[in-house]
């Protein structure tokens, strides 16, 4: 049984869906946005990289700062923070002012998935928190649905013109959660050092050593592997295959669909089943087959299918992850689900960086065939040396 009423939970999941939804608007169109202001591919990637430095940074932090002051407070900062910076990603006339745009996304960006992980895990029971994580993970994939759709569709008012309309509903966002969001911590921390959540690198280093590590691992290589995803792929899909920027958009919003589909309905049926570690091995096995099979897409129906591949592998990780972390701390909810979002955003940091990097000095084989084997290895090196099966 839930310790909060579900309706309280609901502006939770908006929160990320908005949030997710203002993102979902701009990665399919981030490489041709960029590429008004003569980006090139590893460009692109440090463009779409920078979001993921700022949130490995602040993540820890905002965390931190919500065991201290509450989820509420924060929660309304990174929607406040990200309809400003999605206003200036819109209004920014030169590549230096994307970057800094992007950074501005990341650093609140970097505050409202640790908090809203941890708001869940405030109202949830053990038992029922892989439905309220799995939820969490519906609304980010319904972002994904309507987001790149939304996107495509409103850049043909104007390219800029989706940043100005994801601005307007975070604000608007912003003011329910003002209203109508209840704050879920009973018991907040004493105090809150700076030195202990700023960059937090020692805290990441501990927790790779501790009974978490394997679990932090594994988010590393599940966001490393869907920011190759996110970047990869709609650059394969233009200069191989000559998709528009909607079509790419469409492929996006499917990927949404099913994830949502699977968070919310299959999630829970299928840890039943395997058991939430056995979950998240498979899960990752079939998220690295979609991604190898990708560079083979000859016609864009077989895109998609190995798109839907990869969904299906991410759709049944990341919420499976997250429950396990938030079920085994012994620590604030707000602090390891800032850690656990850091070594996530490590991810989208290297993924992108590395993507971009190979796809314009090798081919367009290397980004999906590295990513895959790497995840691979790690899984091999999770299972047989640290003993996931033993936790």
Same mark, same amino acid.
């Given at each position: 049984?839930?310790?909060?009423?579900?309706?309280?939970?609901?502006?939770?999941?908006?929160?990320?869906?908005?949030?997710?939804?203002?993102?979902?608007?701009?990665?399919?169109?981030?490489?041709?946005?960029?590429?008004?202001?003569?980006?090139?591919?590893?460009?692109? /990637?440090? @463009?779409? +990289? #920078?979001? $993921?430095?700022?949130?490995?940074?602040?993540?820890?932090?905002? !965390?931190? &700062? =919500?065991?201290?002051?509450?989820?509420?407070?924060?929660?309304?900062?990174?929607?406040?923070?990200?309809?400003?910076?999605?206003?200036?990603?819109?209004?920014?006339?030169?590549?230096?002012?994307?970057?800094?745009?992007?950074?501005?996304?990341?650093?609140?960006?970097?505050?409202?998935?640790?908090?809203?992980?941890?708001?869940?895990?405030?109202?949830?029971?053990?038992?029922?928190?892989?439905?309220?994580? /799995?939820? @969490?993970? +519906? #609304?980010? $994939?319904?972002?994904?649905?309507?987001?790149?759709?939304?996107? !495509?569709? &409103? =850049?043909?008012?104007?390219?800029?013109?989706?940043?100005?309309?994801?601005?307007?509903?975070?604000?608007?966002?912003?003011?329910?959660?003002?209203?109508?969001?209840?704050?879920?911590?009973?018991?907040?921390?004493?105090?809150?050092?700076?030195?202990?959540?700023?960059?937090?690198?020692?805290?990441?280093?501990?927790?790779?050593?501790?009974?978490?590590?394997?679990?932090?691992?594994?988010?590393?290589?599940?966001?490393?592997?869907?920011?190759?995803?996110?970047?990869?792929?709609?650059?394969?899909?233009?200069?191989?295959?000559? &998709? =528009?920027?909607?079509?790419?958009?469409?492929?996006?919003?499917?990927?949404?669909?099913?994830?949502?589909?699977?968070?919310?309905?299959?999630?829970?049926?299928?840890?039943?089943?395997?058991?939430?570690?056995?979950?998240?091995?498979?899960?990752?096995?079939?998220?690295?087959?979609?991604?190898?099979?990708?560079?083979?897409?000859?016609?864009?129906?077989?895109?998609?299918?190995?798109?839907?591949?990869?969904?299906?592998?991410?759709?049944?990780?990341?919420?499976?992850?997250?429950?396990?972390?938030?079920?085994?701390?012994?620590?604030?909810?707000?602090?390891?689900?800032?850690?656990?979002?850091?070594?996530?955003?490590?991810?989208?940091?290297?993924?992108?960086?590395?993507?971009?990097?190979?796809?314009?000095?090798?081919?367009?084989?290397?980004?999906?065939?590295?990513?895959?084997?790497?995840?691979?290895?790690?899984?091999?090196?999770?299972?047989?040396?640290?003993?996931?099966?033993?936790?």
């Amino acid at each position: 049984m839930e310790k909060a009423r579900r309706p309280h939970l609901f502006f939770i999941y908006l929160a990320i869906f908005v949030n997710i939804l203002g993102f979902g608007m701009i990665f399919p169109l981030l490489p041709f946005y960029a590429q008004q202001f003569n980006a090139n591919e590893t460009t692109i /990637g440090l @463009l779409a +990289a #920078s979001f $993921a430095i700022a949130q490995f940074i602040l993540s820890p932090i905002w !965390g931190r &700062l =919500s065991d201290r002051y509450g989820r509420k407070p924060i929660i309304a900062i990174a929607l406040l923070g990200l309809s400003f910076s999605f206003l200036l990603f819109g209004l920014s006339n030169s590549l230096p002012w994307l970057f800094v745009s992007r950074i501005l996304q990341g650093i609140f960006s970097g505050a409202a998935m640790p908090v809203a992980q941890a708001y869940v895990a405030d109202v949830t029971t053990k038992e029922n928190r892989i439905k309220g994580m /799995g939820n @969490l993970g +519906a #609304s980010l $994939a319904a972002g994904f649905i309507f987001g790149p759709g939304m996107g !495509g569709v &409103l =850049s043909g008012v104007h390219l800029s013109f989706p940043f100005f309309v994801a601005s307007v509903l975070a604000l608007l966002n912003l003011i329910s959660v003002l209203i109508f969001l209840p704050e879920s911590l009973s018991q907040k921390a004493e105090k809150f050092l700076i030195k202990e959540g700023f960059f937090n690198i020692k805290h990441m280093y501990q927790g790779l050593y501790g009974e978490l590590g394997s679990f932090f691992i594994l988010a590393f290589f599940w966001s490393f592997a869907l920011t190759n995803n996110e970047v990869a792929v709609p650059l394969f899909g233009m200069e191989k295959l000559n &998709l =528009s920027v909607s079509t790419i958009g469409y492929f996006f919003s499917a990927q949404g669909l099913l994830a949502m589909f699977m968070q919310s309905i299959l999630i829970y049926r299928i840890t039943h089943i395997f058991g939430e570690r056995r979950t998240v091995v498979l899960g990752l096995s079939i998220m690295a087959l979609g991604l190898f099979l990708v560079p083979f897409a000859k016609i864009p129906v077989f895109l998609l299918s190995f798109m839907v591949l990869m969904t299906l592998g991410s759709s049944m990780t990341r919420p499976t992850l997250a429950t396990l972390v938030s079920k085994e701390t012994h620590e604030g909810q707000g602090t390891t689900m800032g850690i656990f979002t850091s070594f996530e955003s490590l991810g989208r940091v290297f993924g992108p960086l590395l993507g971009g990097w190979l796809f314009s000095t090798f081919d367009f084989h290397s980004p999906f065939t590295v990513s895959a084997i790497l995840i691979l290895i790690t899984l091999l090196f999770v299972v047989q040396i640290k003993g996931f099966f033993r936790g």
